[in-house]
């Protein structure tokens, strides 16, 4: 077809195919690093990918105007990897977290992150997939 306007992305066959491209190019990314475990020292891969989330895909969340299935079956894997780092850090001590005010702090930003993840699924046509 071409192109019907010059507004976003979908306006042309061309530059949506490379934003397909790009977004397939993110997923497979993103899908490396959710497999990272956390330690002492750094964060879990589905931390890192919330984070990725918050920092670059959320902002842009309303002129993406596309959905991709390789990159929200990414995002929906974040957010049942984030789900449940969120529920085991509420069962554990806050001596386990050097503190009640550093278990605070990473309960609050889980579910920020997990809050913006379900805004992306959404906006890319999905339905966030909860665990029972």
């Known amino acids: 077809m071409g192109y019907s306007g010059l507004t ?3 306006d042309s066959d061309s530059a949506s195919d490379m934003t397909a491209d790009i977004t397939d190019a993110i997923a497979k990314v993103l ?3 959710l497999s990272e475990n956390d330690n002492e ?12 989330n918050e920092s670059i895909l959320y902002p842009v969340r309303n002129s ?5 299935d390789k990159l929200e079956k990414v995002l ?18 806050a001596e386990d977290w050097n503190g009640g005010d550093n278990k605070q702090m990473h309960l609050r930003a889980y579910k920020r992150m997990l809050n913006k993840l379900d ?3 959404e906006e890319f046509g999905g339905d966030v997939e909860y665990d029972d």
């Open 8 to 10: 976003n992305v979908q």
């Open 31 to 33: 899908s490396k690093h």
């Open 41 to 52: 020292f750094n964060t879990s891969g589905a931390v890192n990918v919330g984070l990725f």
């Open 64 to 68: 993406l105007g596309w959905g991709n």
């Open 76 to 93: 929906q894997r974040a957010r049942k990897k984030l789900e449940k780092e969120l529920e085991s850090g509420k069962k554990t001590s």
């Open 119 to 121: 805004e992306v699924i």
